[in-house]
């Protein structure tokens, strides 16, 4: 009777084994999971975060600004150098208002110096009556010129002054800019670094993003595969939808590794015998039911 038994054990236990092992038959030509292209979005500013709308899990667009660190000494900087911009340009002299009394004295002297050639030519003025007429139109002349050099020199002087400080106006409005936190991909927020009121310095780490519109299966596929994994080839892709239900997706095999490594742990491939397995990546267009970390399935 025990022995009848036992051997029932026995006759049980091998077709499990028998089962386990026809269930363990891959119909798939090597699996991995779904990543994607990650980017750290940091702060170009230092100050006081002022607003920090995001939340993990957020979908963001290109160019959506999300919030903006504190920059009111900058645009009170701004302001200054605006002013003392202001005051500068005052000080370039007018120069047609400041010769204009020497324009008056020369029309004068020569008003003079016609009447005296006049006077000259009727021999009612002596010849040194009209060289001192002609004396005094020069001199103002030279008068004229001398003042419109200096005014000329202090105009480009106050000018050349200036440019420095628009300069500097040019580099806080461009810093005022890099305080607003603007995303720069479309995607989903992973991980949030930072919160409002938090001081932060340029590089620090604000959140990271990734784009959820296509994924990447890094998939291990083993040498006497190889062969068949070519650049821009198509595959089928399959991801469990629930109990035996698959969802199958294209993709395009945009990446192969030219070394090997040893088959990681969580990696089932067709031939589980083999030590060293090739990294490939398939990119495939996600439809939303996608996430990171899923596994998949892949074949050729």
């Known amino acids: 009777m025990m022995r009848n ?3 029932a054990f026995k006759t049980i236990a091998a077709c499990m084994l028998i ?4 269930n363990t038959e891959k119909d798939f030509d090597a699996a991995g999971a779904f990543e994607s292209v990650e980017t750290i979005v940091s702060t170009e500013a230092s100050g006081t975060i002022k607003e920090f709308t995001i939340e993990e899990g957020q979908t963001l667009q290109p160019g959506q600004m999300v919030g903006y660190v504190d920059s009111i000494q900058l645009y009170l900087r701004e302001k200054q150098l605006e002013a003392q911009i ?3 340009t005052s000080q370039i002299p007018d120069i047609s208002i400041q010769i204009a009394s020497l324009q008056s004295q020369l029309a004068e002297a020569e008003k003079d110096q016609t009447r005296m050639v006049n006077l000259k030519m009727k021999d009612a003025a002596t010849q040194q009556q009209l060289d001192n007429a002609n004396t005094q139109v020069d001199m103002v002349n030279k008068q004229i010129d001398a003042l419109k050099s200096s005014l000329g020199i202090t105009s ?3 000018e050349k002054s200036v440019a420095p400080l628009q300069r500097q106006i040019d580099q806080i409005k461009d810093q005022i800019v890099k305080c607003r936190i603007i995303n720069p991909i479309r995607g989903t927020v992973l991980t949030k670094y930072s919160q409002d009121h938090e001081v932060v310095m340029p590089g620090k780490a604000l ?4 784009e959820t519109d296509t994924l990447i299966m890094r998939a291990y596929v083993t040498a006497s595969q190889l062969t068949l994994a070519k650049l821009g080839q198509k595959v089928n892709v399959r991801v469990d939808k629930g109990a035996k239900k698959y969802g199958v997706y294209n993709g395009i095999i945009y990446w192969v590794s030219d070394k090997s490594e040893f088959t990681p742990k969580t990696i089932p491939t067709k031939d589980e015998r083999a030590d060293l397995v090739y ?3 398939i990119r495939v267009v996600n439809d939303g039911f996608l996430k990171i970390g899923m596994y998949g399935e892949m074949k050729f």
């Open 279 to 281: 990294a490939i990546k």
């Open 207 to 210: 959140y990271k993003i990734a």
């Open 5 to 7: 038994i036992a051997l």
């Open 19 to 22: 089962a386990s092992c026809s």
């Open 156 to 158: 480009v002087t106050l």
């Open 86 to 88: 202001a005051s500068t």
